[in-house]
């Protein structure tokens, strides 16, 4: 091999390493919401592009989404709310300061005009059967301090929402980015009825702890991100079909 044939390989080698990032993945469980999936992975995307970092967004289920960033599957989460700050502060994922997005959790039901006030008083009989997704942790919270007496958990949105139809459960909730997708999909006959919201939440990125030097300007860049336009994303209204097997 000749010197100037070997010093061109030994650039282009140089070269391709100068180049390679390496990549930041986060589990996300956004299975009703391909326009805020798109939207996150962009904005996540450009912020770590600033950090020298390549990013991924990794679709699974939610119950499992906390869980595959705690056991290093992936590197964070898309958004989680800071009310489980405390529970997530022994383990090795932190908060990155930037409100990402918010969303309501609503409450829906079968042809009633039900309040919000008789829904939870409702909740506290025996014969009262409330859905929630499995991995809601902060719905679930939320409605034992309700005192609710039954809460069933359901795989998905769309099982909920096909379990109320069915009337096998009286009310299900759920955030309403989600729930509205597949109300306005399997809801042919009108029936459901919207009971209200019972409570907004703002989501934040959760980051393994590893890459803690970054959270500081990692929040910066977001924030800058939707200052740009206009604030935290709401989940409500981006609300077009994400399913599992697409991803």
């Known amino acids: 091999m000749s010197k100037k044939l070997y010093s061109l390989l030994i650039l282009l080698l140089l070269s391709g390493a100068a180049q390679s990032k390496d990549k930041i993945t986060f589990s996300c ?3 009703g919401s391909e326009v805020l999936w798109n939207t996150l992975a962009d904005i996540y995307s ?3 592009a600033q950090l020298n970092y390549d990013f991924e967004m990794l679709l699974v289920p939610r119950s499992r989404a906390v869980l595959s960033a705690q056991s290093q599957f992936s590197d ?3 958004g989680r709310p800071k009310v489980l700050e405390k529970s997530l502060s022994d383990n090795k994922l932190i908060f990155v300061d930037a409100a990402i997005f918010t969303a309501n959790v609503g409450v829906w039901s079968i042809n009633t005009k039900q309040t919000l006030t008789a829904f939870k008083q409702d909740l506290k009989k025996d014969n009262t059967l409330l859905g929630i997704t499995r991995g809601s942790t902060v719905l679930h919270q939320y409605f034992q301090s309700l005192q609710a007496k039954n809460i069933y958990e359901v795989n998905s949105t ?4 096909k379990m109320l139809l069915a009337k096998r459960i009286k009310y299900f909730s759920d ?3 989600q729930a509205l997708f597949y109300i306005q999909a399997l809801d042919t006959n009108k029936e459901i009825q919207f009971v209200g919201n019972v409570y907004s939440e703002s989501y934040y990125p959760l980051l393994n702890k590893k890459y803690q030097h970054l959270a500081a300007q990692l929040a910066k ?3 800058a991100q939707l200052a740009q336009i206009g604030g935290s994303l709401t989940a409500r209204d981006m609300n077009k079909p994400l399913y599992f097997t697409q991803r």
Do not use: R, V
């Not at 769309?158 to 929402?161: D, K, L, P, S, V």
């Open 175 to 177: 955030f309403d980015g």
């Open 76 to 78: 964070g989460e898309c």
């Open 221 to 223: 860049n977001i924030n």
């Open 29 to 31: 469980a956004l299975d």
């Open 158 to 161: 769309e099982q909920g929402i």
């Open 46 to 48: 450009k912020a770590f």
